[in-house]
């Protein structure tokens, strides 16, 4: 029964309807203790690490290259670099152009894909087991041996261009440019969307991108991670003769990004989109990053404050006022500190109101919260556990998590038992240090004619008015 619930509740959030009553439901008590799979790790010749998972129940095998090099890695004024090198890895490698990749990838029955994050590129490969043998070499090909051909690069630079100009008509995602470029600002790399700037992407050559793939997929900063149908005695040769030959060229050095300065004051920012059927809204500063020891207690914050269907925020603007669809929080943890925000697209006319409820939650949050809402809190994230380890693609993304930020081999095994020793002093500590509405940006997008006055009259700190050239330079 207590699956059912959880299930019902995650399948409820996912569709936008509203959780069942609970009151005429078993209350959850704590989850049964997890024991996550076995992780066997070995190392191939060049000292490139093997993470091996074995999962029998389905013939299929997903392995992913892991690369600790992301967007952070990106020079100032080359914000894009990592983000489109990542994306043409497969569009030519070695011998076969993107269509010979495509359609000896279908022909195997399997899925090859690539991409990046802020602090880490990754190449996967989802295979029957049965024809791993014959995928790999595909794979190691895309990551090692990309071609990077110039009529593919013209062809995805304008694709990626025509979107950044799509940006500037759809409020939703114009706030995911706008917010982190107010609270960065424009020279810090978090203050740029992975894809970088429109004038950035002008001006990549395949030269830039053959270079930062020479200079940061290097195989002492990567790991294998196979997880599936295989044993460590029968991947291991095929893995050595598809990767074993790979070399750094260079000692490599670092990705760090220096700490941009925390927001002290609140500053309103009002982004006119006139006729906008909604205002979207996002109201935060600089988090942490993932290495902070306030981990657990903050995933046990963000619960409460905006972190699941039935949070206050969601509560509160969505159930009780009927603001919004859905509000939300997140504190986004990179290896260096990423933003902290509560968000939501709330109706044109309850602009101002929706301001005002977001501002008492975030007041709210800092009081005790009371111990069965805490131990709701705590259960949930117990129970979402198990989800992490449900396909071969979960738990690739999973461990890739413990490689990119360093974790303990025993996170996993560890995570329930560290997420129910948070107590409400805990969580009332990390509130009150992390959650400071006074000094917070809140960033506006919606028709200023219409919201503006409401806006201000809510006195909540110095309004400015910007434009969006000023957000998408």
């Known amino acids: 029964m207590r699956n059912m619930f959880v299930a019902t509740l995650i399948a409820l959030a996912s569709a936008g309807q509203q959780a069942p009553d609970r009151t005429a439901l078993p209350k959850l008590g704590p989850p049964p203790a997890l024991k996550p799979p076995a992780i066997q790790k070995r190392t191939l010749t ?88 014959d995928a790999l070499p595909v794979m190691a090909d895309v990551a090692l041996r990309p071609t990077f051909p110039d009529k593919e690069l013209q062809r995805i630079r304008e694709e990626l261009l025509a979107s950044l100009v799509q940006a500037e008509d759809d409020p939703t995602t114009l706030i995911r440019v706008a ?24 001006g990549f050559s395949v030269e830039d991108l053959r270079q930062f793939h020479a200079a940061h997929y290097l195989p002492f900063r990567s790991v294998l991670i196979v997880a599936g149908d295989v044993t460590p005695d029968r991947v291991m040769p095929m893995l050595e003769s598809a990767f074993g030959g790979w070399k750094s060229a260079g000692a490599g050095t670092p990705d760090t990004l220096p700490d941009a300065p925390q ?22 500063w600089i988090g942490v990053p993932r290495s902070t020891r306030d981990f657990f207690a903050l995933r046990v914050l963000n619960t409460v404050l905006g972190g699941a269907f039935t949070s206050r925020l ?75 380890f449900e396909t071969t693609s979960n738990l690739a993304a999973s461990l890739s998590q413990v490689f990119v930020y360093n974790l303990p081999d025993d996170y996993f095994a ?16 990390v509130a009150q240090k992390y959650i400071q509405p006074d000094r917070f940006a809140v960033v506006v997008i919606g028709d200023r004619k219409i919201i503006e006055p409401g806006i201000r009259a809510l006195t909540l700190g110095p309004l400015r008015v910007v434009s969006i050239p000023e957000i998408m330079k």
């Open 46 to 133: 060049n000292g490139l690490p093997v993470w091996i998972v074995e999962l029998h129940k389905v013939p299929v095998v997903q392995v992913s290259l892991i690369v600790k090099a992301g967007s952070a890695a990106d020079a100032r004024g080359r914000f894009g670099a990592a983000s489109l090198t990542a994306e043409m890895l497969d569009e030519g490698a070695g011998t076969r152009g993107a269509l010979e990749i495509a359609d000896a990838v279908d022909y195997l029955g399997a899925q090859l894909s690539t991409g990046s994050s802020f602090d880490a590129s990754t190449v996967s490969l989802h295979v029957p087991a049965a024809r791993l043998g």
């Open 179 to 202: 917010f982190p470029r107010l609270v960065y600002g424009d020279t810090h790399r978090y203050g740029t969307l992975d894809i970088g700037t429109a004038a950035a992407l002008k």
């Open 263 to 284: 927001l002290k004051t609140r500053q309103i920012y009002l982004i006119d989109k006139p006729g906008a059927a909604q205002s979207q809204i996002r109201i935060g």
């Open 314 to 388: 969601n509560t509160n603007l969505r159930e009780k006022h009927g603001y919004a669809y859905g509000a939300s929080s997140t504190f986004d943890m990179r290896a260096g500190a990423g933003p902290f925000y509560a968000a939501a697209g709330v109706q044109t006319d309850k602009t101002s109101e929706a301001l005002r409820e977001f501002f008492n939650e975030l007041a709210a949050i800092r009081t005790l919260i009371p111990a069965d809402e805490l131990e709701k809190a705590k259960n949930y994230l117990a129970l979402l556990l198990p989800r992490n």
């Open 414 to 429: 560890t995570y329930t038992d560290r997420i129910r020793a948070v107590t409400p002093a805990d969580v009332q500590r």
